[in-house]
């Protein structure tokens, strides 16, 4: 059997709704993950990716696949505002206390989540996201959500600028660290609802952070930044999608699309840490060559 | 960039008035007893060993600190009130060298608070951030990586971001902290040439050759204000010693912490 082609994949409507959904996510977590990659968030988003995991199991519990939306946004909301109290007092401990909600958070969500009978393939389902059965209507939610993250993050964008680059500064402009806080915290968050339905709860993190780390591997340049931090898991999930699809129709077996689309954008990080080695040490050698004239 | 003397208020006025003000953090005063009136066009030097209360009393002016005690008022108001007429330095200890950010994307900073969340810089607003960047001689690096300058050019680039908004009071916080003879020269320039314009700038510093260099007035703090007045009557032999308790002062471009060549008393010969 031969491998089918791209433009025929996704000429196939789950397939054209799967890809959507990633340049969705895309989008968004490139100019929000630009924030969370200026200000160290990277370990505050693995907090709240793991929070939103009981709010998925409540929306599940008490209104099926309907309630699993709200469910998170629910949780979403709650720990922004609580991860964002906890970053303001040093003496708790910012990271002891992520470490805290993360744990309690996740315990609690697989404790629920063991009360359902199925319980093993809900919980694969709720890890690792149905990327390929999106409908239309979880389509517009998450281009929705998506959207709120993306509009909370372009109006702050100077407060959240000037706070990660000096933190003394911002404060002497008369912005409300608190507020600049809790709305990137909010918009982090909300993109996590957005993506965890489909990509699920563990890769959605994936999704926040690799791309602006490749970006700031292999540019130093501010405007390419965020271009590049959408292309890159485009480039994956597209390859992802066909990969996974293409494994489906000849090898019998399907590997979960999103882990598959994240494996991918590791491998892109990957090759962006060996450019970035290279460069320098180009650099360094022309540096000793020219010290030596 | 405007002369500012002109548009001083009333020269009865201070810029800056202190009344046995104290400033501190979570209700405890770090320093009080400051008491002094700052004219337009006033550049005051606050000397003291570190943990004095300089940059504590710094912070109460911007309204930052906590403001415990005695009375403040800055341009004739309440420090929020004063906040789009002060430029500020702050220590370089917090920055972040390695975000990928251009010298002119950190001078242009000092306009976001004019410009609000979403106004764009324009023509205008883009001449005014090339004239701070040369005004501080950094012409040539507009367009470098921040935080590949070097950090006496970082230090002027931070400054430029503090004049790009055409302040009536600069406020520096330690800006000569670690610099090489060219930087601090450069610095002191600019700072002198701020004085001319009838700019008022208070600067903390551990440095008495530059208050000497670049101020009209001196204040001096351990915890408390234990002096305040011209350079020539404030920077006396007993006061400085009192000061620092013996403690090193520094009397010259020395460089990093850790490397205070002699003593206050030993630099007092030259008072």
């Not at chain 1, 809900?122 to 998450?142: D, N, Y």
Request: aromatic letters at 4%.
């Amino acid at each position: 059997m031969d491998a089918v082609s791209l433009l025929e994949i996704f000429q196939l409507p789950f397939m054209a709704r799967a890809l959507a959904t990633v340049a969705i996510l895309a989008v968004a977590s490139g100019v929000v993950g630009l924030f969370i990659s200026f200000r160290d968030l990277e370990f505050v988003s693995d907090g709240l990716v793991h929070a939103v995991f009981p709010g998925l199991v409540v929306g599940n519990l008490l209104g099926g696949v309907a309630g699993v939306l709200p469910g998170a946004v629910v949780a979403a909301l709650a720990a922004a505002v609580l991860l964002t109290v906890l970053g303001r007092r040093p003496r708790l401990g910012s990271d002891a206390g992520i470490a805290v909600v993360l744990t309690s958070a996740f315990s609690l969500g697989v404790v629920l989540v063991s009360r359902q009978e199925n319980y093993v393939s809900q919980l694969e389902e709720l890890l690792f996201g149905r990327l390929l059965t999106v409908t239309p209507a979880q389509l517009v939610q998450i281009a929705v959500v998506a959207a709120v993250a993306i509009a909370l993050v372009l109006l702050t964008a100077r407060s959240q600028l000037i706070r990660a680059f000096d933190p003394d500064g911002f404060r002497a402009t008369g912005a409300r660290p608190a507020l600049v806080d809790l709305v990137l915290n909010i918009a982090v968050a909300l993109l996590i609802v957005a993506g965890v339905q489909a990509l699920g709860n563990l890769m959605v993190l994936a999704l926040l952070t690799v791309p602006m780390a490749i970006s700031r591997l292999v540019t130093r340049r501010f405007a390419w930044l965020v271009p590049l931090a959408v292309l890159t898991p485009l480039l994956a999930g597209a390859a992802g999608l066909w990969l996974t699809f293409t494994a489906s129709v000849v090898g019998g077996h399907t590997p979960s699309p999103g882990a598959v689309v994240v494996l991918l954008l590791v491998g892109l990080y990957g090759l962006a840490v060996l450019w970035s080695l290279a460069r320098r040490r180009g650099a360094r050698s022309r540096v000793s060559s020219g010290g030596a004239r | 960039m405007s002369a500012v003397a002109g548009n001083a208020p009333d020269d009865a006025t201070p810029v800056v008035e202190l009344d046995d003000a104290a400033f501190g953090y979570a209700g405890t005063p770090s320093v009080h007893g400051v008491t002094a009136r700052i004219h337009a066009g006033d550049s005051v030097a606050l000397i003291g060993p570190n943990g004095s209360g300089k940059s504590t009393l710094l912070g109460g002016v911007l309204g930052l600190t906590e403001h415990l005690g005695g009375t403040l008022r800055v341009l004739g108001g309440t420090p929020r009130q004063a906040l789009s007429r002060i430029g500020y330095l702050p220590q370089a200890d917090r920055r972040d060298r390695e975000l990928p950010i251009t010298l002119r994307q950190a001078v242009t900073m000092g306009l976001y608070r004019e410009l609000g969340p979403l106004r764009p810089v324009g023509r205008a607003g883009r001449a005014r951030v090339t004239e701070a960047i040369e005004a501080v001689g950094l012409g040539q690096h507009a367009g470098a990586q921040f935080g590949e300058l070097s950090g006496g050019q970082q230090q002027r680039g931070i400054l430029a971001r503090a004049l790009v908004a055409d302040p009536e009071l600069v406020l520096l916080d330690e800006p000569f902290n670690g610099l090489d003879r060219p930087n601090r020269d450069s610095l002191l320039v600019t700072v002198n040439r701020l004085r001319a314009e009838g700019r008022t700038i208070l600067v903390s510093t551990h440095d008495l050759e530059l208050a000497r260099e670049a101020c009209s007035h001196v204040m001096l703090l351990n915890g408390e204000m234990l002096a305040f007045g011209t350079v020539a009557e404030t920077l006396e032999p007993e006061l400085v010693r009192a000061t620092f308790h013996g403690a090193p002062a520094e009397t010259g471009p020395h460089g990093d912490d850790g490397h205070h060549h002699g003593d206050a008393a030993l630099s007092l010969g030259a008072v």
